[in-house]
Each structure stands twice: as structure tokens, then as C-alpha cells.
Nanobody, 124 residues
Framework: QLRLVESGGGLVQPGGSLRLSCTAS????????IIWFRQAPAKEREGVSC????????TYADSVRGRFTISRDNAKNTVYLQMNSLKPEDTAVYYC?????????????????WGQGIQVTVSS
């Protein structure tokens, strides 16, 4: 069974940090582009950060650039999203998705593998 599982979400105060993990089972992420999306209530889904696993090239949305860092551990078949200096507007359900692509642009429906989503809440 091919699965992506997110972990590491929760409640954090503004200015705090969280690290999300996206672990694959049933397939290896070596040749996949991995993207983190987020969706807040009443808002459209937003691509946050993406990594082309084969090259390690990363992209970021303007809203998170300089605060979030995406990375991977191939030995653990896991991609991470380190989120620092969190703001209330970062509150959302975060999803990781994967597809055998060598680019990160384009619509979200091209990603065939999705995690179940994990809540991140930034609040005092």
C-alpha cells in the first residue's frame, strides 16, 4: 500500500517553531517531487514549499520564504518542513503530496499521492 503520513503538527505560540514530517511507505521518494500544501478555513489551498528529490532543489511561497525550510532524509524516506517564526496566518491543515516529477510548478491535481493532512495552529 502506497502511503504518505504527516506528523509533527500541533499548537504553537506566535514566533515559535514546528517541524513537520512526511514519511512514505510502499514506495521510495528518491525520484519524486514532494510538495507541502496548506489550506486554511474558507481559503484556497496554497502550495507552501516543494523539493525535487533527485536534485534537492527547493522552492517556497513568498509568504514563507526565509521562515520555512524543506529538506529530505532519503535513508528515512522522509521529507521535512521546518517552520520557524510562525505567525497566526500560518494556521492551516498542512498536506504533503508526491509525484514522479522533475519540477515543482503546475496544478496540485498532478500530484497523485497525498497524506491525510495535519493541523498546525499558531495562537497565543
Amino acid at each position: 500500500q502506497l502511503r504518505l503520513v504527516e506528523s509533527g503538527g500541533g499548537l504553537v505560540q506566535p514566533g515559535g517553531s514546528l517541524r513537520l514530517s512526511c514519511t512514505a511507505s510502499g514506495f521510495t521518494l528518491d525520484d519524486y517531487a514532494i510538495i507541502w500544501f496548506r489550506q486554511a478555513p474558507a481559503k484556497e489551498r496554497e502550495g507552501v514549499s516543494c523539493i525535487i528529490n533527485l536534485e534537492g532543489k527547493a522552492t517556497y511561497a513568498d509568504s514563507v520564504r526565509g521562515r520555512f525550510t524543506i529538506s529530505r532524509d532519503n535513508a528515512k524516506n522522509t521529507v521535512y518542513l521546518q517552520m520557524n517564526s510562525l505567525k497566526p496566518e500560518d494556521t492551516a491543515v498542512y498536506y504533503c503530496a508526491a509525484e514522479r516529477l522533475d519540477y515543482c510548478s503546475g496544478p496540485d491535481y498532478q500530484f497523485g499521492y497525498w497524506g491525510q493532512g495535519i493541523q498546525v495552529t499558531v495562537s497565543s
